[in-house]
């Protein structure tokens, strides 16, 4: 009887330590996918931040030409009102 217990205890013993084993494995799997997620999410932030950039000085130097355009149709509309 004694022996039949012991083997049971084992058993159970076994049993656990396969499910710890399965469940640090699940749990291991799922923070690799949420570094992963995090690792791709801060790339795209980047990529993003770099478009963004580029579009803002393409922005910039597009206002700049307009300025000198306005500028200088004033000019031009200065020395015609002279003629």
Do not use: H, P
């Not at 801060?42 to 950039?53: G, N, P, Q, T």
């Not at 803002?56 to 200065?78: F, G, T």
């Amino acid at each position: 009887m004694a022996a039949a217990i012991l083997q049971e205890i084992s058993r159970d013993e076994k049993e656990r330590a396969l499910f710890r084993s399965r469940k640090k494995y699940e749990m291991d799997m799922f923070s690799n996918e949420m570094t992963l997620q995090r690792i791709g999410e801060m790339r795209s932030d980047e990529k993003w931040k770099d478009i963004v950039a580029d579009k803002d000085a393409k922005l910039a130097d597009k206002d700049a030409e307009i300025a000198n355009q306005k500028a200088e149709i004033e000019r031009l509309r200065a020395a015609l009102e002279k003629q």
